[in-house]
């Protein structure tokens, strides 16, 4: 039987129409209504500014939605989605996904902006054997983050975290105290799932999106793959040698590739915990501009 369970922390951020809040931005960029005249505003310029951004947000849903996937087919029965904003309007939330693979999954969503709190317990409910978990937390304070979570789940079992949503938004040393604290407190087979924003220009586009997005309190964070290799390492994990595409991958667009609407993609990297044989690994899933596929690494 589903169930729907929802855990508070001490202090609560209010909803304020007034100023754009991520949830609601990413959500207007996906297609959602769920939204105000703020985000809208805010939304639509940074756009201006960069017009692959939008798509590279959807594309790190498409690589989130393809990781679950993944890792259902191989075994995981245990997500927590931190930061997965509000529920997306084609139904591809982490619970549809997983339990459309496996119906006794069993899915915790963890957020702290009050409006996506709302949403998730009023429409992240399972139809299937599953449980849906709702967790009031904050991703800034992990000690309290990795408690709440850890109630909800089975400690024997492996668990797949999504900071799919949440990784672009996090300053190196959160994202860092985030990861070391999970990988010592979750059990053995566990991943760590982690996207970044790509693009084949490093050009001042980007760092304007930046400024305009921290200006209006929404930090931004974007990181090329070598430097989340590098940040998954210090946290005791590990980057395999590169594996290349497999064949009928769409390819990323080259430097003729003339829509600058999909200059920004995203890749997608999971780490594995493995404390038995003293090691971390880390898969690599892909996703392309063109068609938002992603690419299964052998593990």
């Not at 310029?45 to 259902?72: C, D, E, N, S, W």
């Not at 190196?172 to 053995?188: G, I, V, Y």
């Not at 995203?266 to 003293?278: E, K, L, Q, S």
């Amino acid at each position: 039987m589903a169930t729907l369970l929802a855990t508070a922390t001490a202090t609560r951020p209010t909803v304020d129409a007034s100023r754009p809040a991520l949830a609601r931005l990413v959500n207007y960029w996906l297609g959602g209504k769920d939204h105000f005249a703020a985000d809208r505003h805010l939304a639509d310029q940074i756009t201006r500014i960069h017009p692959g951004i939008p798509h590279g947000y959807r594309a790190a849903r498409q690589a989130a939605i393809r990781t679950v996937a993944h890792l259902a087919t191989d075994g995981i029965r245990q997500f927590v989605d931190l930061g997965p904003g509000l529920p997306t309007p084609d139904h591809t939330d982490t619970h549809c996904v997983a339990q459309n693979i496996a119906p006794t999954s069993a899915v915790v969503y963890v957020d702290h902006d009050p409006l996506v709190l709302a949403h998730c317990r009023a429409l992240h409910v399972s139809d299937l054997a599953g449980a849906v978990t709702v967790v009031d937390a904050d991703a800034t304070q992990p000690a309290h983050l990795t408690t709440a979570i850890t109630d909800q789940l089975d400690p024997t079992a492996p668990v797949a975290v999504l900071a799919t949503s949440l990784a672009h938004h996090l300053d190196d040393q959160h994202l860092r105290d985030l990861f070391t604290r999970l990988t010592r407190h979750l059990p053995d087979g566990s991943r760590i799932v982690v996207t970044t924003h790509t693009t084949r220009r490093g050009d001042q586009r980007l760092r304007t999106v930046q400024q305009r997005l921290t200006q209006a309190g929404i930090p931004y964070h974007r990181r090329p793959p070598a430097q989340i290799a590098q940040l998954l390492h210090s946290c005791g994990l590990t980057l395999p040698a590169p594996a290349g595409p497999p064949p009928g991958q769409s390819p990323r667009p080259g430097d003729d590739a003339a829509d600058d609407n999909r200059d920004v993609w995203a890749d997608a990297h999971v780490g594995r915990i493995d404390t038995g044989h003293h090691r971390r690994q880390t898969d690599v899933l892909q996703t392309t501009t063109a068609r938002g596929e992603a690419v299964d690494v052998p593990r």
